[in-house]
């Protein structure tokens, strides 16, 4: 499966983006799918995933109550809503997919054999 992210940008503390992830040449329905992202100067972190039918996420706590992971399978994309976005949120976020992930495993880079181009998020003070 391809995937292809796009919506990042430049914004204020406290604005909001909505990122995209379209995904292609695979059944998207089949796949959990994630985002992380990789602030200047670190390592990729977990930020969010979603079952397969959607309904079923989790977060990472620095983003609980302001970041929402949502999918359409109809349409093949999968969405972040960033909300409060902080200074520290700033980083180069990506969407991954995986079809045989397990639930305990959601928050392992390694763990996804497909990835996006990723997508950047720049947030000023």
């Known amino acids: 499966v391809q995937l292809q992210a796009s919506g990042g940008g430049l914004v204020q503390a406290g604005g909001s983006l909505r990122l995209s992830c379209v995904a292609s040449g695979g059944t998207f329905s089949r796949y959990t799918m994630s985002w992380f992202r990789q602030p200047p100067g670190k390592e990729h972190e977990f930020v969010a995933a979603i079952k397969l039918a959607g309904g079923n996420a989790d977060y990472a706590d620095s983003v609980k109550g302001r970041f929402t992971i949502s999918r359409d399978n109809a349409k093949n994309t999968v969405a972040l809503q960033m909300n409060s976005l902080k200074p520290e949120d700033t980083a180069v976020y990506y969407c991954?997919?995986?079809?045989?992930?397990?639930?305990?495993?959601?928050?392992?880079?390694?763990?996804?054999?497909?990835w996006g181009q990723g997508t950047l998020v720049t947030v000023s003070s």
């Open positions: 991954a997919a995986s079809s045989t992930i397990i639930r305990s495993s959601w928050y392992r880079r390694d763990a996804y054999g497909y």
